[in-house]
């Protein structure tokens, strides 16, 4: 649930945030209301997280676009109602324009749903645009803004989403962890009290305390409308890979009874997984905070957008 929630509210915030006063009127109550699921679709087999290697296209044609192209790894992909896409308008990063595509448009599909190592219960799917065509009024802001759109969601919304739901599979395996180790018996006392067990457990309580700390902090420079992609990428860095960290630590203390689906173990290991990957991978977040190190950071979205975050009845941003 926690997935499905943070992927709704990425689809949110382009709207929020570079949505025009109309778009915002005719989407944001729907959403506010439940009867409209939003998503938004940046990722393409080819470019993976690299954003600026997108190649699906939209071509002006009057007063419509026409789409074509697909978007994979797409949250609520097969249960969304409209669809942030950004695609290309032409070259190089002024190129990248954002649309909102409503699941029922002529031209537009989704792929098969694959089945995945975890979240089960989470529609990670191909959305796929042939010759879709798309009025301009469902244009995000100015052509051009699509690189913005793409970020800004990533980046404010994506990285502490991600964050919080690292924490809270992190969390659910310590706690399924020391409940085990405290009704396990071996030599005639509970499992936690084997010095090795007891040092793993000691592991796993200090990276959730660290991660939760990293997680908190960063949000809350969020919620003040303050610079905070350092933060933000540092607490989905911490966060992802501990959760990571203890759900190996929680499946040595399980031993053979954590290979089995009867317990939560296993399922918890895989779902934090599936963490790792959106926003940016550890190797991408590890590179960025390198460059903040270097000084060669290229500036902050959360400090651009920083006012919308704090006050969203304002005009659309245009960065």
Same mark, same amino acid.
């Given at each position: 649930?926690? $997935?499905?929630?943070? @992927?709704?509210?990425? &689809? ?19 959403? $506010?209301? &439940? ?17 600026? !290697? ?5 071509? /002006?044609? &009057? ?20 669809? !942030? ?12 324009? @954002? ?16 089945? @995945? ?32 759109? *793409? ?8 990285? *502490? ?6 924490? !809270? ?45 990293? @997680? ?18 540092? $607490? ?6 501990? *959760? ?45 905070? *390198?460059?903040? $190190?270097?000084?060669?950071?290229? &500036? ?13 009845? /304002? ?5």
């Amino acid at each position: 649930m926690g $997935a499905m929630v943070q @992927a709704s509210q990425l &689809g949110t915030a382009k709207i929020v945030h570079f949505g025009s006063d109309e778009q915002r009127k005719t989407w944001l109550p729907e959403i $506010a209301a &439940g009867a409209c699921l939003p998503t938004i679709a940046v990722t393409e087999p080819e470019s993976g997280g690299h954003v600026l !290697g997108m190649s699906a296209s939209a071509v /002006r044609d &009057g007063d419509d676009y026409i789409l074509n192209g697909s978007k994979v790894y797409v949250g609520n992909s097969h249960v969304g109602d409209l669809h !942030g896409v950004v695609v290309r308008t032409g070259p190089g990063s002024k190129g990248l324009t @954002a649309f909102l595509v409503e699941s029922d448009r002529p031209g537009f599909r989704t792929g098969p749903q694959q089945p @995945a190592m975890g979240l089960h219960g989470f529609s990670f799917g191909e959305l796929i645009f042939e010759n879709c065509r798309v009025p301009a009024s469902n244009r995000l802001g100015d052509e051009g803004d699509g690189l913005a759109v *793409a970020y800004s969601s990533s980046v404010l919304y994506g990285r *502490a989403n991600l964050t919080a739901v690292s924490l !809270g599979i992190h969390r659910a395996i310590l706690e399924e962890t020391t409940r085990f180790a405290s009704e396990r018996i071996r030599y005639g006392k509970p499992l936690h009290d084997l010095p090795t067990v007891k040092l793993k457990l000691g592991q796993m309580q200090s990276r959730l305390m660290t991660a939760r700390l990293a @997680a908190y902090h960063a949000v809350h420079l969020l919620d003040q409308g303050l610079s905070c992609d350092t933060e933000l990428m540092n $607490a989905k860095l911490v966060n992802v890979e501990s *959760a990571i960290d203890s759900g190996r630590n929680a499946m040595e203390i399980h031993a053979a009874a954590g290979l089995f689906t009867d317990r939560a173990i296993e399922r918890y290991l895989r779902d934090a997984h599936h963490i790792f990957a959106p926003a940016g991978t550890s190797d991408v977040q590890l590179l960025r905070l *390198a460059e903040v $190190a270097l000084g060669q950071d290229k &500036g902050s979205w959360s400090e651009r957008l920083s006012e919308l975050v704090r006050t969203p009845e /304002r005009e659309p941003a245009h960065v």
